[in-house]
T-cell receptor, first 114, second 112 residues
Framework: EAGVAQSPRYKIIEKRQSVAFWCNPI?????LYWYQQILGQGPKLLIQ????????DSQLPKDRFSAERLKGVDSTLKIQPAKLEDSAVYLC????????????FGPGTRLTVL | DQQVKQNSPSLSVQEGRISILNCDYT??????FLWYKKYPAEGPTFLIS?????DKNEDGRFTVFLNKSAKHLSLHIVPSQPGDSAVYFC???????????FGTGTLLAVQP
């Protein structure tokens, strides 16, 4: 079974530029999560989708971050414009159902904002 | 407000000995607790979990203990192996959407 795929693996941008990350979850998994992991901290949930609907986006900075999950499969997370404090690893995870405690994580995208 | 805390940033143990990783939480409404393991440049992988109605769960070399009165859980690894060297995250599930809240992680180094 293929795992969660993410791209790119690394991205370096200047502040105020925009960036997009892509995630393809495990086939058949209805729930998709985007996490932000800042160095020295644990992953923090940014947004949770159930199929193509948003379940929780309470910690998503909506003035600069946006995410979509078209057709309930893969998803993109965008930052526009980026700030220095957005430097982090962005992790995508999926699970068969909402609140499924076993979430399967992708390798992450390491973003550096200069 | 950090609801899940791992107060030890790092731990070093000898191969073959026991590793004990600790986690404290503040929200008594959490219903599941999980441990994830993370190697460098990889995403976290699920290791073991425990329901809030239990006090112990065992899976091979890994055992998780839950003390609800103290709002404390621990992960025991016996015997520890060099391949266990990784960052271990404690996570708790709760809230209306059952989201996971992670601790800051503990870096375990198992010395050969």
């Amino acid at each position: 079974e293929a795992g969660v795929a993410q791209s790119p693996r690394y991205k370096i941008i200047e502040k105020r530029q925009s960036v997009a990350f892509w995630c393809n979850p495990i086939s058949g998994h209805a729930t998709l999560y985007w996490y932000q992991q800042i160095l020295g901290q644990g992953p923090k949930l940014l947004i949770q989708f159930q199929n193509n609907g948003v379940v929780d986006d309470s910690q998503l900075p909506k003035d600069r971050f946006s995410a979509e999950r078209l057709k309930g499969v893969d998803s993109t997370l965008k930052i526009q414009p980026a700030k220095l404090e957005d430097s982090a690893v962005y992790l995508c995870a999926s699970s068969p159902s909402t609140g499924g405690y076993e979430q399967f994580f992708g390798p992450g995208t390491r973003l550096t904002v200069l | 407000d950090q609801q899940v805390k791992q107060n030890s940033p790092s731990l070093s143990v000898q191969e073959g000995r026991i590793s004990i990783l600790n986690c404290d939480y503040t929200n008594s409404m959490f219903d599941y607790f999980l441990w994830y393991k993370k190697y460098p440049a990889e995403g976290p992988t699920f290791l073991i979990s425990i329901s809030s109605i239990k006090d112990k769960n065992e899976d091979g070399r890994f055992t998780v203990f839950l003390n609800k009165s103290a709002k404390h859980l621990s992960l025991h690894i016996v015997p520890s192996q060099p391949g266990d060297s990784a960052v271990y995250f404690c996570a708790a599930r709760g809230g209306a959407t059952n989201k996971l809240i992670f601790g800051t992680g503990t870096l375990l180094a198992v010395q050969p």
